[in-house]
């Protein structure tokens, strides 16, 4: 399916649409000078997610968001939806662009896809950066155990036919009413326009193809995930940033790197950090990536850090 009407926007930005991999994915870019950088979205969400972020970061960098196939504006037609096609999408988007090595910049359920750019494609990456985020094969797999805690959507996303059953047709009332309100925590960051522009996409047809996709690989990818893992750790500069303690990603990425892990703890803000606290999220990126683009990074030398702000 090719979408060519876009929806919302902002000053500074332009849209773009580039043909990789069997598939047309629509992506963002701001910013003339500096190293690039390639932010990832997570879900139920699309570039829209960075629209606070990206100006902050283009003052000095080159930015590009994508749109995941199956998400946002990109196609979203028949075919493969997983990880390592969208990895593939990826490092061809990069190639296409011209721009790499990137500082990828993922969060949330693209992680498995990030983690297999950098890991297959190293000249594709200069630094990997983690928002919010867990790996299939090291934990993630629990978010889906109800019975545990786990979160019930995991498992409606992943069965076949059941999110065009339950979810189509009610894309505002899941992502209004449910999703954004309980998994955020500062009260007037995600306004009513933003889910107005969520809703949009997922309410195209098939517009849950995307997540569909990523959330069955998910659930099946973590033995393949744990080997990639264990035949190419990342040795690029790693920075997990996570809400409140931040344990989670923190201890996710301090598996998946060869050296030390930089963290930092966004205290009091929710899962949709780069909407909820831009600032915040803006200031870690640049000080991590200034320092990498500054001096070459020696991973044996890197000193941890982990801070709250």
């Known amino acids: 399916m090719t979408i060519n009407k876009i929806g919302a926007t902002l000053p500074g930005i332009s849209h773009h649409y580039a043909n990789v991999n069997n598939t047309k994915l629509h992506y963002v870019s701001a910013g003339t000078t500096g190293t690039p950088i390639l932010l990832v979205h997570g879900f139920p969400e699309t570039w829209w997610t960075f629209r606070k972020l990206i100006p ?10 994508v749109d995941l196939r199956g998400f946002g504006d990109s196609d979203n037609g028949p075919g493969a939806y997983d990880s390592k096609t969208s990895a593939e999408d990826l490092h061809l988007l990069i190639k296409e662009l011209n721009v790499g090595p990137v500082h990828i910049t993922g969060q949330d359920i693209s992680g498995a896809t990030v983690l297999r750019l950098a890991a ?31 979160t019930w959507y995991i498992g409606v996303l992943a069965a076949p036919n059941i999110p065009e059953m ?3 047709g009610r894309e505002r009332e899941f992502l209004g009413q449910f999703v954004f309100p309980t998994m955020s925590a500062t009260p007037g960051a995600i306004t009513e326009a933003d889910i107005d522009e969520f809703v949009r996409t997922y309410s195209r047809p098939n517009g849950w193809r995307g ?4 959330y069955q690989s998910m659930l099946q990818e973590g033995e393949d995930v744990t080997a990639l893992v264990a035949a190419h750790k990342l040795s690029i500069p790693v920075l997990a940033i996570g809400a409140g303690g931040g344990e989670f990603t923190l201890a996710t990425m301090s598996q998946i790197a060869s050296g030390e892990v930089r963290s930092v703890s966004l205290d009091g803000v929710g899962h949709y950090a780069a909407l909820e606290a831009p600032e915040k999220v803006a200031d870690a990126l640049i000080e991590f990536f200034d320092n990498i683009d500054i001096a070459p990074f020696e991973s044996e030398k890197q000193i941890s850090s982990s801070r709250i702000i």
């Open 166 to 168: 339950l979810l189509s």
């Open 120 to 150: 297959t494609y190293p000249e594709d990456v200069l630094s990997f950066t983690a928002i919010e985020m867990g790996l299939p094969g090291f934990g993630l797999e629990m978010l889906a155990d109800v019975t545990h805690g786990g």
């Open 56 to 65: 902050l970061l283009a003052e000095n960098h080159r930015v590009f968001a």
């Open 211 to 214: 997540a569909i996709g990523l």
